[in-house]
């Protein structure tokens, strides 16, 4: 009788233990009371290192066991902690609301400038004079800003065909062909233009999202992100809005650089 007893407590109680450690495919959905995006959520499981991100309409899915701590983390949201008890576990979906994070300065520095803040008015105040342009006389005229034409190698080769029939040699042509000044100024623009998407994917998704999702410091972000751009196709997503797929380049980057 005690064997049985003691055969059934055991049976009854490693139930009870794979009850306990069942996991399971948690759904929900990230709510705010403003309009921010709530597409890129970063959902993390940190009790089983499950991680995922949430899609266009702030769904996610994501493995799960009971009593499991969940991280939710957003670029405009305070990042959220939720401990998986038994109601939230057995909950058919879960909603989760996140809050706007707001910076809030430690000091304010009030200086004696005499600027009111308003860029107009103290523009209008200061002693600058007014820049003349074409309108202002009567006078048509361009009134852009002007940029050297950097031409391909095909243009280059074309203009040299064309030379004896136009009647006259390109000196100035025939130099930047052979010095490499086209080549230099292509190689130029691309870097200024990966330079310029940095920068906007910096400020777009802020030094904390960097901070907090890939422990960087803070005078690192910018080269992080800036061979995410030239191993990834982060340009023409970003561009795009294709943020989801953005964030997923930047981890690829960071596996590929602590591997």
Same mark, same amino acid.
């Given at each position: ?37 709530? $597409? ?8 089983? =290192?499950?991680? /995922?991100?949430?899609?266009?309409? =702030? @769904?996610? $899915? ?9 991280? %939710? ?20 979906? #879960? ?12 000091? !304010?520095?009030? *200086?004696?400038? =005499?600027?009111?803040?308003?860029? #107009?008015?103290?523009? @209008? &105040? ?6 003349? *342009? %074409?309108?202002? %006389?009567?006078?048509?005229? %361009?009134?852009?800003? @002007?940029?050297? @034409?950097?031409?391909? &190698? ?28 086209? &080549? #230099?100024?292509?190689k130029e623009i691309k870097y200024l233009s990966e330079? *310029? ?5 910096? /400020? ?12 960087? $410091? ?22 795009? =809005?294709?943020?989801?797929? !953005? #964030? ?12």
């Amino acid at each position: 009788m005690k064997v049985h007893l003691t055969l059934i407590l055991l049976l009854l109680g490693g139930f009870l233990f794979s009850q306990d450690n069942q996991e399971k495919k948690i759904v929900g959905y990230i709510l705010n009371d403003n309009n921010f995006s709530i $597409e890129g959520i970063h959902v993390l499981n940190n009790s089983n =290192g499950e991680a /995922t991100i949430t899609n266009t309409d =702030g @769904r996610f $899915e994501i493995k799960a066991s009971l009593n499991d701590e969940i991280i %939710f983390s957003g670029i405009q949201f305070t990042r959220k902690k939720i401990l998986l008890n038994k109601e939230l576990f057995d909950s058919i979906l #879960l909603n989760i609301y996140l809050d706007e994070y707001v910076n809030e300065l430690d000091e !304010v520095i009030v *200086n004696s400038s =005499g600027l009111s803040g308003n860029i #107009l008015d103290d523009l @209008r &105040n200061s002693d600058i004079s007014k820049e003349y *342009n %074409f309108d202002d %006389f009567g006078i048509p005229g %361009f009134k852009g800003i @002007r940029k050297e @034409r950097i031409l391909s &190698n095909k243009e280059v080769l074309t203009r040299f065909l064309l030379m004896p029939l136009t009647g006259g040699m390109d000196i100035d042509l025939i130099y930047k062909a052979f010095s490499g000044y086209y &080549n #230099l100024k292509r190689k130029e623009i691309k870097y200024l233009s990966e330079l *310029n998407i940095t920068d906007r994917i910096i /400020t777009f998704y802020g030094k904390k999202y960097f901070i907090d999702e890939f422990n960087l $410091e803070e005078n690192t972000i910018h080269d992080f992100v800036s061979s995410a751009v030239q191993n990834y196709p982060l340009n023409e997503n970003f561009k795009a =809005g294709n943020h989801s797929l !953005v #964030l997923e380049y930047l981890k690829k980057n960071f596996k590929r650089l602590n591997n």
